[in-house]
């Protein structure tokens, strides 16, 4: 098992200055109490819930008994590394962790308050899902949850989860997988299918919390001793943002180019050279030079993720940024959505955004269509023009097509001296011109690539200078 023994224990591994809500004195020790959620049907007078379950009350008490507990999630308000955050905890003895109307009560109950004292909302999660007892009433508590969830992500809230071991059905899909940023614990069974409804041949990898790492739908795995810093590096830098977004901010200036900036370039061509050179600083040196401290959001939530693309928030002399990068490499599918998805949350926490524009060009390959790649980009281009945070660009290596000018601010992007960016790569140019390869040199310079030529053409704002 991967998980804390208890919710509790979660608690104090998570978080300091544990406040509950509501008071433990607000029900019985059987969880039995007068609530109604308006689905017109009480437990009734035996205590066996809106089906009638026979040995259900009896199941609740000895829940109860067992765990000290008055349902499977218990919440309040906690202090994380000096941020105050609302927190939400599952109880898995407590039947399982399942979410029914009463657990459904009080999720909604921590998700307003929330709103109310505009707190983030950390979710320490374990659960097998819906609780069977209650049938569709319990399923239909996913839509509350789904609902509250809503309106703290409309409100401009940031929203964690950590998935502890097991994490799946409903819990997965609403409080898991919803929230912003999920980290995991290693090894905690984390998927949709339960491991008692799943195929028998199904591959188990698949299910952990290292599987969805590597599919794009866990963005860390956090050791338990871990975990409360970064849970309050991650609450520092989602809670940094302004109240609202503001249109036109101010947009963070961009980053000085490092040492493997040159003169001028002579050439088109020789500009190509300069930006496909071995030794030219990558964006993972520009990144780690730049902030102070940073975390890496990681996958697509779609099934895919790109190591070409790097997506997180940093500190940068006291200021939040959020950033996307991409790392020299031709990006993928996988590589854009993340990169929307980061700039879709920054803008709602009213963040500004930087960007890292490094790349020969979008993937080509049929994988890459079959992914949809042109869906992908589109999708950038798309949260680039919408967002009302400032965004700022620096091309710090190969500016390639339409795959580099999907993550490039219009009206502020700003280029390295070791850098190109062209409306293609030179050798493609000369092959759709059906030119000979040779002729790909001079191509470079008839399309005018080089920086100078970019500010001259009121393509970019201007030549970054060298860091000092």
């Not at 097998?128 to 703290?152: C, K, P, W, Y």
């Not at 960007?355 to 281009?381: K, M, Q, S, W």
Request: glycine content about 12%.
């Amino acid at each position: 098992m991967a998980d804390v023994s208890t919710a509790r224990e979660a608690v104090v591994l998570a978080s300091d200055d544990f406040e509950e809500h509501p008071p433990a004195a607000a029900e019985d020790a059987s969880g039995d109490d007068d609530r109604d959620d308006g689905d017109g049907d009480d437990d009734g007078d035996d205590g066996d819930g809106p089906l009638r379950w026979a040995g259900y009350a009896r199941a609740r008490a000895r829940a109860a008994e067992r765990t000290g507990e008055r349902e499977s999630v218990v919440w309040g308000t906690a202090d994380i590394g000096g941020r105050r955050a609302v927190l939400v905890s599952s109880e898995f003895r407590f039947l399982g962790g399942s979410l029914g109307r009463r657990a459904g009560d009080l999720l909604e109950e921590a998700y307003a308050h929330a709103r109310a004292a505009r707190l983030p909302l950390v979710s320490l999660v374990a659960t097998g899902g819906s609780r069977m007892q209650e049938g569709m009433v319990a399923l239909g508590q996913l839509h509350r949850v789904a609902r509250a969830s809503a309106l703290n992500r409309a409100a401009g809230l940031p929203q964690i989860a950590v998935l502890r071991d097991p994490t799946t059905g409903g819990g997965w899909a609403t409080l898991g997988a919803g929230a912003d940023v999920v980290l995991a614990l290693p090894g905690a069974q984390v998927g949709f299918a339960g491991s008692r409804v799943r195929p028998a041949d199904a591959d188990p990898s698949a299910y952990t919390a290292e599987g969805q790492l590597a599919a794009g739908h866990v963005d860390a795995i956090v050791t338990r001793d871990r975990l409360r810093p970064a849970l309050s590096l991650w609450l520092r830098l989602l809670a940094g943002g302004t109240v609202e977004p503001v249109p036109g901010g101010v947009p963070v200036p961009p980053p000085p180019a490092l040492d493997g900036a040159y003169g001028a370039a002579a050439t088109g061509w020789e500009a190509v050279r300069r930006a496909r050179a071995p030794h030219r600083p990558r964006a993972g040196a520009y990144l780690d030079t730049w902030f102070d401290e940073r975390a890496d959001l990681h996958g697509d939530r779609c099934g895919g993720s790109d190591p070409g693309m790097i997506c997180g928030f940093g500190l940068r002399e006291g200021r939040v940024v959020a950033y996307a990068a991409q790392t020299g490499t031709a990006t993928r599918p996988a590589g854009y959505r993340t990169a929307a998805r980061l700039i879709r949350l920054a803008d709602r926490l009213g963040i500004p955004v930087l960007t890292l524009v490094d790349t020969p060009g979008a993937a080509n390959d049929a994988e890459a269509e079959r992914a949809g790649a042109g869906a992908a980009i589109a999708d950038v281009f798309a949260a680039v023009a919408s967002v009302r945070v400032p965004v700022t660009t620096l091309v710090i290596g190969e500016g390639g097509s339409g795959g580099a000018l999907a993550l490039a601010a219009p009206g502020n992007t700003w280029v390295t001296p070791d850098s190109y960016f062209s409306v293609i790569a030179p050798e493609l140019a000369a092959a759709i011109l059906k030119r000979d390869p040779s002729e790909t040199p001079a191509t470079a310079d008839q399309l005018r690539l080089r920086p100078r030529d970019l500010v001259e053409l009121g393509v970019v704002r201007g030549i970054v200078a060298r860091a000092e």
